[in-house]
């Protein structure tokens, strides 16, 4: 079974440029999220998609972030104007929910953005 | 409100010798309890999680971790450690198997073995 897919692993960009990442879940998983990870923190949760809508975005900055999951499956996530404390890893998990099933998340490889 | 709270930013345990791993979670309602590891330029992996049952989880690669209610916790130990086992690990809780059941993070311990 092919895991979380994350493009790109890595990006480099200068402040109030614009960014975007993608990630393709595991096949079947309704359940998409998109967590921040700043060096020596865990995972803090952006956003999180049950099939093409939306369960929580609170922790969302979305005065610059934006995220999408137009079709229920593959989702973007951009950042427009960057800042300099959006330095960070960008991971995407998915995960079969509803019902009885674990809420078990699988995680992909993340993306390292660099914000100078 | 849940939450987690792992103790030590870093652990260092010699090859070959125990590890523990300390977490305590904070819950209202009975928590569902994971341990992610992470290693260098990867994402998170399971290595072992509590939902219901029996309250000593075994995982991969020999960890295993027990519920305490009593005391709120949920460390993770391995009886014998490797080199491989040098990485980041993460304990977290959530509460249900709803859509809208979030998982929190705790903010992890890394782990150094030495030889």
């Known amino acids: 079974e092919a895991g979380v897919a994350q493009s790109p692993r890595y990006k480099i960009i200068e402040k109030r440029q614009s960014v975007a990442f993608w990630c393709n879940p595991i096949s079947g998983h309704a359940t998409l999220y998109w967590y921040q990870q700043i060096l020596g923190q865990g995972p803090k949760l952006l956003i999180q998609?049950?099939?093409?809508?939306?369960?929580?975005d609170s922790q969302l900055p979305k005065d610059r972030f934006s995220a999408e999951r137009l079709k229920g499956v593959d989702s973007t996530l951009k950042i427009q104007p960057a800042k300099l404390e959006d330095s960070a890893v960008y991971l995407c998990?998915?995960?079969?929910?509803?019902?009885?099933?674990?809420?078990?998340?699988?995680f992909g490889p993340g993306t390292r953005l660099t914000v100078l | 409100a849940q939450s987690v709270t792992q103790l030590g930013s870093h652990v260092s345990v010699s090859e070959g010798a125990l590890v523990l791993l300390r977490c305590n979670y904070s819950?209202?309602?009975?928590?569902?309890l994971f341990w992610y590891v992470q290693y260098p330029n990867q994402g998170l992996q399971l290595l072992l999680k509590y939902t219901t049952g029996a309250t000593l989880v075994k995982g991969i690669n020999g960890f295993e971790a027990e519920f305490k209610k009593s005391e709120t916790s949920f460390h993770l130990t391995k009886p014998s450690a490797h080199m491989s086992d040098a990485a980041e690990y993460f304990c977290a809780v959530t509460h249900g198997y709803s859509s809208a059941s979030k998982i929190i993070f705790g903010s992890g311990t890394r782990l150094s073995i030495r030889p």
């Open positions: 998609f049950q099939n093409n809508g939306v369960v929580d």
């Open positions: 819950s209202s309602v009975p928590p569902y």
């Open positions: 998990a998915s995960s079969l929910q509803g019902g009885r099933t674990s809420p078990e998340q699988f």
